[in-house]
């Protein structure tokens, strides 16, 4: 249990669906991170969240919608995805986004999402 | 730019002592590393800052050189349970740039 909770675990969608990746944070952290994890590549930052603020898109395709309602939850709005798209898709929390170096960041499982 | 990570993979025998090295291109303030086991969630080791530090961790140390831009994790005395992949993750400026992921370092332990 690391304090950040990711539903679904698991998702098969279609190109022409749309869905939703949800993060929880029980841990009274202020920042929020959306990552993508392929095989073979780094951890890729998608979306930094600070304060329900977005402080960070890292180019992201527009198919991919964040939103931050508050400081414990984070949603990525999925809509017309490619197949490249497949992925694990990880959430993670920090006390604050403004010092990323100092700060251990907090990883939940993932939503492993494959795109047919 | 990313960290580069060294080696890509490696099979020890449980009890052997381990080495992941990670370097940068560039000046850095901090290494992250995280331990990843198979379908869970990346899991926050150690940070080290720059000014050359060392940190230990039950038998898991890691070292800092900011000169070099390079940091290294030892894994000493090796257990089952160390198996997964490490990542390295850099930050640069004073904290405030975004931290950077290499590639990782899969470790399989064997009885």
């Known amino acids: 249990e690391t304090g950040v909770t990711q539903t679904p675990r698991h998702l098969v969608m279609g190109m022409t669906n749309k869905k939703s990746l949800k993060c929880e944070q029980h841990?009274?952290?202020?920042?929020m991170y959306w990552y993508k994890q392929s095989a073979k590549k780094p951890l890729e930052l998608m979306f930094v969240y600070n304060f329900k603020e977005q402080t960070e898109n890292n180019s992201v395709p527009s198919r991919f919608s964040p939103e931050c309602p508050n400081s414990s939850h984070l949603f990525l709005h999925l809509h017309t995805l490619q197949p490249e798209d497949s992925a694990l898709y990880l959430c993670a929390s920090s006390h604050g986004a403004a010092r990323q170096g100092d700060q251990p960041q907090h990883f939940g499982d993932g939503t492993r999402l494959s795109i047919l | 730019q990313q960290p580069v990570q060294s080696p890509q993979a490696v099979i020890l025998r449980e009890g052997e002592d381990a080495v992941i090295n990670c370097s940068s291109s560039?000046?850095?303030?901090?290494v992250h590393w995280y331990r990843q086991k198979h379908g869970e969630a990346p899991v926050f080791l150690m940070i080290?800052?720059?000014?050359?530090e060392q940190k230990g961790h039950d038998k898991i140390s890691a070292s800092f050189n900011e000169k070099k831009q390079q940091s290294s994790l030892y894994l000493t005395a090796s257990q089952l349970s160390y198996s997964g992949t490490y990542f390295c993750?850099?930050?640069?400026?004073?904290?405030?740039?975004?931290?950077?992921f290499g590639t990782g370092t899969r470790l399989t332990i064997i009885p």
């Open positions: 560039k000046a850095l303030y901090s």
């Open positions: 993750g850099t930050a640069g400026g004073f904290g405030n740039e975004k931290l950077t």
């Open positions: 841990l009274g952290h202020n920042a």
């Open positions: 080290l800052l720059k000014g050359g």
